[in-house]
């Protein structure tokens, strides 16, 4: 038995339509893949920046208080020199802490019994501080920052743990992740750090 097919085919208008549905497809695909590519290279390049140059990190404890809180994000920039009074992340026992550089290589670094910091004799001013106190202080007093090391202290005295113990001790050049530049988090208290 044979069967009775009326198979006619397609009209030009039925051949257009199905070849526009084919090359929108193909552009489809094509802007897709283009995209996604775009994406991976800017996904890749921000990974590399913020490795190499930028890293960013979140801020943990009350150390840094009022300047720095508990949940900020923050930048920080690998490059450069470090000076008193900038903020810097550093590496310590597998954790990375963030402190405020009060003494440099070299010089002498005395505390007095209110929290007052003398470098080489002179008190340093401190208008970053809400409160001066001594806090837990395990190092000898006066103290030498040796060569290559940084004399670090948190901003809120009283709970932070840096340079004045013997545990923590002054930040080595090599230990420093980066000076931290900016906040990005919480968008409040966005802008940069000082």
Known sequence: MKRNQNI????IQQLEAELKRENYRRKYR?????????????AAAAVLVSSLLLPVLKVYGSSMTPNLT???????????????GDVIAFYYN????????????GEWIDIDSEGGVLIDGVPLEEPYLTEKTLGECSIELP???????YFVMGD???????SRSIAVGCAAEE?????????IWPFRAFGTIA
């Open 156 to 162: 809120n005295r009283t709970v932070s743990s840096d």
């Open 94 to 105: 597998n954790k990375i802490l963030v402190k405020r550089i009060v003494g440099l290589p």
């Open 8 to 11: 006619s085919p397609p009209t």
């Open 175 to 183: 230990q420093i992740v980066g000076k931290l530049i900016f906040r």
């Open 30 to 42: 094509r802007m897709l893949r283009s995209t996604l590519s775009v994406l991976v290279v800017v």
């Open 143 to 149: 103290y030498q920052v040796p060569d290559g090391r």
């Open 70 to 84: 508990n949940g900020d994000i923050v930048v920080a920039l690998r490059r450069g020199s470090f000076e008193r």
